[in-house]
């Protein structure tokens, strides 16, 4: 097992395989990042499925089914987008793992309630049908750094938040 210095990347990439699990990501304001990062590591071919980028509003509808009204109620940056992205990823696919980053990179787009550097990261896990323990976490974080930096921590928290998760599992 390897230890907290290597690459979150390479630990999750690790982490999958050792369990036989796959991923695949949906991704906004990542724009691809995390997708690129698991495929960094060599192999990840055994594990990653395929990373969506649903960027609009249209996009995440067309692609990931997200409710029009989840969309109106809460907005894109939000947690019931996020958990939806994951779920919707996970399913189409046909993995073990759904993740998912919605947010605001930046320099403009933030208000009050969303500022410059939020986000929402949803991480969904299938289990064996009729066990009814398939379920999604989501969690918001909020960022500091130009948008490079901030899409950068999103993409490795997203990566974490998934190695996290599979240790729960």
Same mark, same amino acid.
């Given at each position: 097992?390897?230890? =907290?210095?290597?690459?979150?990347?390479?630990?999750?990439?690790?982490?999958?395989?050792?369990?036989?699990?796959?991923?695949?990501?949906?991704?906004?304001?990542?724009?691809?990042?995390?997708?690129?990062?698991?495929?960094?590591?060599?192999? =990840?071919?055994?594990?990653?499925?395929? =990373?969506?980028?649903?960027? =609009?509003?249209?996009?995440?509808?067309?692609?990931?089914?997200?409710?029009?009204?989840?969309?109106?109620? &809460?907005?894109?940056?939000?947690?019931?987008?996020? !958990?939806?992205?994951?779920?919707?990823?996970?399913?189409?696919?046909?993995?073990?793992?759904?993740? !998912?980053?919605?947010?605001?990179?930046?320099?403009?787009?933030?208000?009050?309630?969303?500022?410059?550097? %939020?986000? &929402?990261?949803?991480?969904? &896990? !299938?289990?064996?049908?009729?066990?009814?323990?398939?379920?999604?976490?989501?969690?918001?974080?909020?960022? *500091?750094?130009?948008? %490079?930096?901030?899409?950068?921590?999103?993409?490795?928290?997203?990566?974490? *938040?998934?190695?996290?998760?599979? *240790?729960?599992?």
């Amino acid at each position: 097992m390897s230890d =907290s210095s290597t690459a979150v990347e390479q630990r999750v990439g690790d982490r999958l395989r050792e369990r036989e699990e796959t991923v695949a990501v949906a991704e906004s304001c990542t724009g691809g990042l995390v997708g690129s990062l698991v495929t960094d590591v060599p192999g =990840s071919s055994d594990y990653f499925d395929r =990373s969506v980028v649903t960027y =609009s509003y249209g996009a995440k509808q067309e692609l990931l089914a997200v409710a029009r009204e989840t969309l109106d109620e &809460h907005g894109a940056v939000s947690e019931p987008v996020a !958990a939806e992205m994951a779920r919707a990823v996970r399913d189409t696919a046909g993995t073990d793992w759904g993740v !998912a980053t919605t947010g605001v990179a930046g320099p403009g787009g933030g208000t009050p309630e969303t500022p410059v550097g %939020t986000v &929402h990261i949803a991480v969904a &896990h !299938a289990a064996p049908w009729e066990t009814g323990e398939s379920g999604v976490r989501v969690a918001r974080y909020e960022f *500091d750094g130009d948008r %490079t930096t901030v899409k950068e921590r999103i993409a490795r928290q997203a990566l974490s *938040d998934l190695l996290a998760a599979t *240790d729960e599992q």
